[in-house]
């Protein structure tokens, strides 16, 4: 099972910068773009009435100033335990919001 560190480094590779966050604080200064995580859900499987595989579920939010970013393609084929969730605009920044088992 991998770690929440893992993800960290995994993030941080994919966005090419270390602009990733795991559940910052109000006080943390943003820079973007930048990918913001927090832990979620999780997924059970069952065999036999037991569990045997517990997958850890992550909401990454993907934050661009550009809404034509191609960061949300490449973040979909690079994570392919990921699915999109929603888009929504504040601020005019773009937040592309993924979850991903990990």
Same mark, same amino acid.
């Given at each position: 099972?991998? #770690?929440?560190? @893992?993800?960290?480094?995994?993030?941080? @590779?994919?966005?090419?910068?270390? @602009? !990733?966050?795991?559940? =910052?604080?109000? #006080? !943390?200064?943003?820079?973007? =773009?930048?990918?913001?995580?927090?832990?979620?859900?999780?997924?059970?499987?069952?065999?036999?009435?037991?569990?045997?595989?517990?997958?850890?579920?992550?909401?990454?939010?993907?934050?661009?100033? @550009? =809404?034509? #970013?191609?960061?949300?393609?490449?973040?979909?084929?690079?994570?392919?335990?990921?699915?999109?969730?929603?888009?929504?605009?504040?601020?005019?920044?773009?937040?592309?919001?993924?979850?991903?088992?990990?």
């Amino acid at each position: 099972m991998a #770690s929440r560190l @893992n993800l960290q480094t995994d993030l941080e @590779n994919f966005l090419g910068s270390r @602009n !990733v966050y795991f559940q =910052p604080p109000l #006080s !943390v200064q943003l820079k973007y =773009p930048c990918i913001i995580y927090k832990r979620k859900t999780g997924d059970t499987k069952f065999a036999n009435n037991m569990p045997y595989i517990f997958d850890k579920a992550y909401e990454v939010m993907i934050i661009d100033k @550009n =809404p034509d #970013s191609n960061l949300i393609d490449k973040f979909a084929m690079t994570f392919p335990k990921s699915r999109f969730d929603r888009h929504f605009t504040t601020d005019n920044l773009n937040h592309d919001v993924f979850v991903i088992y990990y």
